[in-house]
């Protein structure tokens, strides 16, 4: 029986088929009697060929907590400050049945949208540049379909691996926790990511 592929490997894969570069890396940190368990760090980039400000990125630090220790998504810089966050994410069923949990800091007054997500930011000016604008709306609540673990946010992750994103203030439409894997869900990605972009841009 052939064995499982790791996800570096089915990110290569997704890279030659559709074409793309990858830059992809995997190291164990140091083990000792004390901690005899084998840690790694794993990042996997990838480039949209048509439009290489867009980047696939994964990255995984099993020694690492938080969102920024386990990522995967769709990433593109911005002109907001670094100071600048901003997190998007579709309404649940709880958001519906218990009006006592925290609703959204931001209302675009496009009650269509505004229904369906929850905004949380600490820049109106900068929130309302970025999302008062219907096709980016029409895009983001797609986004959300594609996928119910997607997130969406300015300056949510902090990117370190990609030098041209490092330091710089991104959007990113991404999940926590896991890889993204499927190459349908990548492209599609890929394809509204470049769509939001042009239209802020």
């Not at 100071?83 to 218990?98: F, G, P, Q, V």
Request: aromatic share 12%; charged share 30%.
């Amino acid at each position: 029986m052939e064995e499982d592929k790791s996800a570096i490997e089915l990110l290569k894969e997704f890279a030659r088929k559709t074409d793309r570069k990858i830059d992809c890396s995997k190291k164990y940190y140091p083990t000792s009697t004390i901690n005899p368990c084998f840690l790694s760090q794993s990042y996997a980039i990838i480039p949209n060929q048509k439009t290489p400000t867009n980047f696939f990125i994964s990255y995984c630090d099993l020694k690492g907590f938080g969102d920024n220790a386990f990522y995967s998504g769709i990433f593109f810089e911005i002109p907001a400050p670094h100071s600048t966050l901003i997190r998007i994410r579709e309404k649940d069923i709880l958001d519906k049945l218990n009006p006592f949990l925290k609703q959204s800091s931001y209302k675009s007054r496009i009650r269509d949208f505004d229904k369906q997500v929850v905004i949380t930011e600490n820049d109106f000016n900068w929130t309302n540049k970025l999302f008062h604008n219907t096709h980016i709306q029409n895009a983001i609540l797609e986004i959300f379909k594609l996928d119910k673990r997607i997130r969406i946010g300015v300056n949510a992750i902090e990117l370190m691996h990609e030098p041209t994103l490092k330091g710089k203030s991104n959007f990113g439409i991404y999940i926590t926790e896991e890889w993204l894997l499927d190459d349908t869900l990548i492209e599609n990605l890929f394809m509204l990511s470049e769509k939001i972009r042009t239209e802020l841009f």
